[in-house]
């Protein structure tokens, strides 16, 4: 079991905002960075958001993250067809561990 | 480019052990961490171990601790995973990853590599 709650799936339609939640603790999310990735099938995780709310080159800016307490959330604006994917938080954890949700499915209608 | 190719993998039976290599370039290895992720088929990624940019820190996530061990040659830019008493709970993609920033040992990875797959099956 993922000690970082993720919900199984989301959806939208094109053009919406949508936002996947992570919920931990604090002696993770609390205190430490969130990382956000996209996994399409068959392929390897990529980075979406790092150290929270930073966005590395390369990805659009309709991705957003933010961290509030021992929650935090992925938001994705303008919603493509290409967004489709597995999303999945993860941080570490005071006790030396890396942990990662359980994964969110979005589907675009 | 950052580039990360892992090998190693393939089918052993259960109780044999494995070792993987992650094959860096196109950043100095040596300044930065280096971690492993696994996922098994159809679910969702878990971590499973990390290594500080010199070796000299080293934390296992507990289904792996006392039967993986991690290791880095940094002349060579290579990070490696070995893998003792396989269990088919270990069936898996297994990616290297890099820190996001040099030096750092707690804080996150951003780089990944595109996986090998270990099968452990009798």
């Known amino acids: 079991q993922s000690v970082l709650t993720q919900p199984p799936s989301a959806s939208g339609t094109p053009g919406q905002r949508v936002t996947i939640s992570c919920s931990g603790s604090s002696s993770n999310i609390g205190s430490n960075y969130v990382y956000w990735y996209q996994q399409f099938p068959g392929t390897a995780p990529k980075v979406l958001i790092y150290r929270s709310n930073q966005r590395p080159s390369g990805v659009p800016d309709r991705f957003s993250g933010s961290k509030s307490g021992t929650s935090a959330s992925l938001a994705i604006s303008g919603l493509r067809s290409e967004d489709e994917a597995d999303y999945y938080c993860a941080a570490w954890d005071d006790s030396l561990s890396v942990l990662f949700g359980g994964g969110t499915k979005l589907t675009v209608l | 480019q950052v580039q990360l190719v892992e090998s190693g993998g393939g089918v052993v039976q259960p109780g044999r052990s494995l070792r993987l290599s992650c094959a860096a370039s196109g950043f100095i290895f040596s300044s930065y961490a280096m971690y492993w992720v696994r996922q098994a088929p159809g679910k969702g990624l878990e971590w499973v171990t990390v290594?500080?940019?010199?070796?000299?820190?080293?934390y296992y996530a507990d289904s792996v601790k006392g039967r993986f061990t991690i290791s880095r040659d940094n002349p060579k830019n290579t990070l490696y995973l070995q893998m003792n008493s396989l269990t088919t709970e270990d069936t898996a993609v297994y990616y290297c990853?890099?820190?996001?920033?040099?030096?750092?040992?707690?804080?996150?990875?951003?780089?990944w590599g595109q996986g090998t797959r270990v099968s452990v099956s009798s």
């Open positions: 990853a890099r820190a996001t920033v040099a030096w750092e040992l707690l804080d996150g990875f951003d780089m």
């Open positions: 290594i500080s940019y010199d070796g000299s820190n080293k």
